[in-house]
């Protein structure tokens, strides 16, 4: 049972500048695929395999329809279930309450162990505040995962956010929840902060309005796709230099401290909506390593299709 939602987040093909030919050939592939379903709409593994392409090409809008009609068509299997759920999460920004979480729990009624389920299950219960529920679910998570998996430390890491206890000792539940003033793990990781340098290539300038907004982020590079830190300027600031650090996370339990390794973007927003959308600007690094990166640089080269 892997546990794509936390250990093999496919965005991140979509995020390496040397995959470009592998992109090119995925989106090829997704127009075949999607020309062929229209002619047999009935094809179950077909409509699967177009919204995980979708998914490769962050096209979250389109792979949670393609899910949708997957599910209409073969109905409750729990993988499927779990798999629309994170796509329908992706596709609102990473929001987790209402539809993400109520295919999350059918299919933990189906299959109680499928790991990505109980991942969004847990996530979404923190989210709500719901502590105990949270750590019942993750700590049945962690059960099932490979102890030396990237996996595993994903989930050891968000539990030891939860229960406020250092990595090591995650599994030891404190009765009182973390407060604002828990100890950081060590300093050095606490401190962890990123210069990024953007910058919006010549190329694309036409395309982009200066009051257009600018999302700047960081996300693990084995991990959920949840930006760790993430900053908003205007076009018209580039380019610009900004600093990521733990400040900037959305949710206390996912932060740039917490992870060695990430990929750095950025992306020109028409919308002005954090979840990419056709003819948005996009510009992403490689795989860095946070342990010996302080600085880098953007250049925003690419439209997202």
Known sequence: GEIDYVN??????????????????????VSKLSARLQREPGDVDGWVLLGRSYVVLQRYGEAALAYARAYELKGDDPQLLADYAEVVAAA????????????????????????????????????RGEREVALAYLQRLQTLLPPDSEAARVVQNFLAQVTGAPPASAAATPTTPPGPSAPPRTAAVADTRLEVNVTLDPAL????????????????????????AIVQR?????????????????????????????????????????????????????????????????????VVP
């Open 8 to 29: 093999n987040s496919p965005v991140t093909l979509a995020q390496s500048s040397q995959q470009s030919a592998e992109m090119h050939s995925i989106e090829q592939m």
């Open 92 to 127: 609102s920004g990473n929001r987790l309450d209402g539809q993400p979480t109520a295919l999350a729990m059918r299919a933990l009624e189906l299959q109680p162990d499928n790991p990505k389920a109980l991942w969004i299950a847990g996530v979404a219960a923190m989210q």
């Open 205 to 228: 300038a036409a395309r982009a309005a200066p009051e257009d907004t600018v999302f700047i982020f960081a996300q693990a590079a084995q991990g959920p796709r949840m930006p760790l």
């Open 234 to 302: 205007r076009v018209q600031a580039l380019p610009t230099t900004v600093t990521l650090d733990d400040s900037m996370a959305m949710t206390p339990a996912m932060k740039l401290s917490q992870f060695r390794q990430v990929i750095v973007g950025a992306r020109v927003s028409k919308s002005g909506n954090a979840t990419p959308q056709a003819g948005d600007l996009e510009g992403y690094s490689d795989t860095i390593t946070l342990d010996t990166t302080e600085s880098l640089s953007i250049n925003i080269d690419r």
